[in-house]
């Protein structure tokens, strides 16, 4: 039987639930913690998925609530790799240069979206070793 990788849509209702889980996390701990809010956001973003790789094989709630896996055990230097540049990617959400959302935009639709048509994986899977998800 074939394997049934990821799209684009799957890929981004993934990192939307990521994204929610993250966003609950750093409400409460927004008026805790005396640091902006940006880089506040990032490394909570980070931490989650680091915790997801340290403890659940680096299958983070999106992945688990759609029923992903990646398609190797990818080694744990390549999933941190794709940890760092996933994190990355997110931040582009955060900054822009003439108008909200131009980074992530230019991310989204001219590096992640043709990536992941092209090679079925994320920039940032591609860049930590091909990594792939699979249904």
């Not at 094989?57 to 996933?86: A, H, S, T």
């Amino acid at each position: 039987m074939a394997e049934n990788f990821t799209n684009w849509f799957d890929k981004l209702f993934a990192s939307i639930i990521n994204i929610f889980f993250v966003v609950i996390i750093f409400i409460p701990l927004s008026f805790l913690v005396n640091i902006n809010w940006k880089l506040l956001l990032i490394l909570i973003f980070f931490t989650y998925n680091l915790i997801f790789l340290l403890f659940n094989n680096n299958r983070c709630p999106g992945m688990v609530i759609l029923g992903f896996r990646w398609k190797e055990d990818y080694p744990f230097l390549n999933q941190f790799v794709f940890i760092v540049l996933y994190t990355l990617s997110f931040s582009t959400l955060l900054f822009y240069f003439y108008f909200p959302l131009d980074l992530f935009l230019i991310n989204m639709f001219l590096l992640q979206l043709p990536m992941v048509i092209i090679k079925k994986t994320t920039l940032h899977g591609f860049l930590a070793g091909k990594m792939l998800g699979v249904k």
